[in-house]
């Protein structure tokens, strides 16, 4: 399913020319937000046991040196 989101400023002008042109394709829907404000706020601080732990998820290198290669001859 794609949702095709039109803000409300420009609702009026907007929605019925994309619902027309997205009749033919089921996977589509127009929809107008209808958010008010932001869903979390900028500065608030959330509690200790539901902050996000933010953290390097790259595998760290092997230390030191790695040992000569082998010829398969």
Same mark, same amino acid.
């Given at each position: ?6 803000? !409300?400023? @420009? +609702? $009026?002008? @907007?929605? =019925? ?5 997205? +009749?033919?394709? !089921?996977?589509?829907? %127009?929809? %107008? ?5 932001? *869903? *979390? =706020? ?5 509690? #200790?046991?539901?902050?996000?732990? %933010? /953290? #390097? /998820? *790259? /595998?760290? *290198? %092997?230390?030191? $040196? @790695?040992? !000569? @290669?082998?010829?398969?001859?």
């Amino acid at each position: 399913m794609i949702y095709c989101v039109v803000p !409300p400023e @420009l +609702a $009026d002008e @907007l929605f =019925d020319k994309l619902t027309d042109h997205y +009749a033919d394709d !089921p996977n589509v829907t %127009v929809i %107008v937000d209808q958010r008010k404000s932001e *869903r *979390r =706020d900028r500065g608030a601080k959330a509690p #200790d046991d539901q902050r996000r732990t %933010v /953290r #390097d /998820r *790259r /595998r760290r *290198r %092997v230390t030191g $040196d @790695l040992p !000569p @290669l082998v010829d398969a001859e």
